[in-house]
């Protein structure tokens, strides 16, 4: 499982032209889910997001979490995240999950963090999804569970 974490001002994601998701001050993260992922690997995951202190303190020192501050998450599906791009110019995407696992294990991750972020927003899984952000910072985590 990977997540990619961009600590951001505010962020919104649309399908179609209308707006799934929006937050303010918080974290964008980008979820990518492998085939070997389980509900442990989710739960030591949102653990370890929710934990990282990198929002800035009264000294100006990265040492709050989202939960310190009151920050917002959106939270986006993104297979990508598993391109092996190490033979030719097309990414393979055999390391990712297929749909039907990635789908719970994505709505898993949603519920896990409602338990304890107020705010939780989502984009739509496997819809073509437009994302903007303003990035604060910026401030780019790569967290992989492989790794934790």
């Known amino acids: 499982m990977k997540f990619l974490i961009q600590r951001v001002n505010k962020a919104s994601v649309s399908v179609d032209g209308k707006i799934t998701g929006s937050i303010k001050k918080g974290f964008l993260v980008l979820i990518g889910i492998g085939k070997e992922d389980t509900n442990d690997d989710a739960d030591r995951m949102v653990r370890k997001m929710i934990g990282l202190r990198i929002f800035a303190d009264e000294n100006g020192k990265t040492n709050l979490s989202i939960k310190d501050i009151g920050g917002e998450l959106l939270l986006v599906s993104q297979f990508t995240l598993y391109a092996d791009c190490r033979k030719g110019n097309r990414p393979s995407f055999v390391k990712a999950a297929g749909p039907d696992i990635a789908e ?4 898993y991750i949603i519920e ?3 338990e304890e972020i ?3 927003e989502k984009g739509i899984f ?3 999804m437009s994302v903007v952000l303003e990035n604060d910072g910026p401030f780019t985590v790569m967290l992989d569970s492989g790794e934790l």
């Open 104 to 107: 719970k294990l994505y709505q």
């Open 112 to 114: 896990k963090c409602k």
């Open 118 to 120: 107020t705010v939780v």
């Open 126 to 128: 496997g819809a073509d």
